[in-house]
């Protein structure tokens, strides 16, 4: 196990009927509130109604900006930036997923940038960048997927160069989340399943990783893995069922705050490697990762394949026998690819219309500023293209 900091301020407010205490969380960083969200479901189902309701009780001065799309695009990020400069905004609200999340830390902390900085420029080279300062950020969430409600993380999309990168700081992490899972309960079957995929992932990614003696995070990532395994499709026949949307939703924040990957380092090849097809053809994340996943695992394997009998026997049940290693292997990544088209994702480019004209192109933009991806194995421009055509 490494030596490792563990650090998240997040304040978690979990559970039905929170959202009435959006106003006197939001209060306690001042008066001028932007509310960010996304196309408007939170209009149709009541959260937008909630939250307005809370926040003019606390006596807040509210101004709004929707329109985030999944993919956040850097425009609406500058957009926000305008505002926020020009009505002195003190918290940034955040109200929906990942992507209004990922945008409204990327508002934040743009908003503090001296002045000709451009935002743009964190995100396309610096990536782990130190983010000196920025707007406090609360949280209403709505949709299980990113775990950006109490992470480090934000990825935008510049939609003019179909690239789409991350920022990473300490800085920019929330200092509250509230979480309902009764919003959930109208959630698109789609988007459900994406969330899943895309809280598998960050499970995964921090599962594989070439660091020994760290059990008990091994057994967390397990556990939470077969969570996920479990719940999303009941989830998906019981979408009003309170139980199974409460165990995504906080399953969801615990993979992604940073917790289950201490001790070791995690690979996230997988998610660079996908940020290229949701770049280039805005695919959803979550269908992007349930497609790039499987051909990752199938190219690497064989750098550690106990990593993945491990994986095999406490995740999937397999129960082959341990000599037969490939067998093993095969079984997991066979049960991988049943669960995501259980839950009606693709693991394939061809069941996304992708075809294989730009994966060179991809392959080539994904080393843009990196010596390599991933850690479990090192990749380069040749074995990214590779993954690219076991997905095909």
């Known amino acids: 196990m490494l030596n490792f900091t563990y650090y998240n301020p997040t ?41 307005t309701a809370s926040l003019k009780a606390a006596g807040l001065n509210v101004i709004e900006l929707g329109g985030v799309v999944p993919n956040p695009r850097l425009s609406l990020v500058r957009e926000g930036i305008e505002i926020c ?40 080279m610096k990536g782990d ?8 950020l609360g949280v209403v969430l709505t949709i299980p997927a990113a775990g950006s409600e109490s992470s480090t993380g934000t990825v935008i999309t510049n939609a003019e160069k179909g690239l789409k990168r991350a920022v990473n700081s300490e800085t920019i992490v929330a200092k509250f989340a509230i ?5 959930n309960y109208t959630l698109p079957a789609y988007q459900t ?39 999303a499709p009941l989830a998906l026949r019981h979408p009003k069922e309170y139980r199974y949307r409460a165990e995504l939703m906080w399953t969801g924040t615990i993979a992604h705050n940073n917790l289950l990957d201490r001790g070791r380092i995690g690979d996230w090849a997988s998610h660079d490697i ?28 064989n750098t550690n394949i106990d990593r993945f009998i491990q994986y095999a026997i406490r ?63 090192k990749l380069y421009a040749d074995d990214i293209e590779k993954i690219y055509r076991l997905a095909l």
Request: glycine share 10%.
């Open 129 to 136: 960048c130190t983010v000196k300062e920025t707007l406090p």
């Open 11 to 51: 304040r978690i407010i979990f559970g039905k009927g929170t959202i009435s205490q959006v106003g006197s969380q939001a209060a306690g960083f001042g008066t001028k509130v932007l509310l960010h969200y996304g196309s408007g479901s939170i209009k149709k189902n009541g959260v937008y109604d909630q939250v």
């Open 315 to 377: 995740v999937w049940d397999v129960s082959l026998p341990v000599e037969d290693k490939e067998g093993v292997f095969t079984a997991a990544v066979d049960r991988l690819e049943a669960f995501y088209r259980s839950i009606g994702m693709p693991v394939r480019l061809s069941e996304a219309d992708i075809g294989p004209e730009n994966l060179r192109k991809m392959a080539e933009t994904a080393m843009i500023g990196s010596s390599h991806l991933g850690n479990f194995k």
């Open 274 to 301: 996908e940020h290229e097809l949701s770049g280039m053809y805005d695919i959803a994340h979550g269908a992007g990762l349930a497609i790039i996943f499987p051909a990752w695992m199938k190219y690497v394997h």
């Open 85 to 124: 400069k020009r009505e002195g905004i003190e918290l940034i609200l955040a109200v929906g997923g990942g992507s209004v999340i990922d945008s409204a830390k990327a508002i934040g902390f743009g908003s503090c940038l001296p002045e000709g900085e451009d935002v743009w420029d964190d995100y396309y």
């Open 179 to 183: 979480m309902d899972p009764e919003t």
């Open 193 to 231: 399943a994406c969330g899943a995929s895309d809280i598998l992932a960050h499970l995964q990614e921090r599962y594989f990783t070439m660091e020994q003696h760290n059990d008990l995070s091994d057994r967390l990532l397990e556990s939470a893995m077969r969570n996920v395994i479990a719940n």
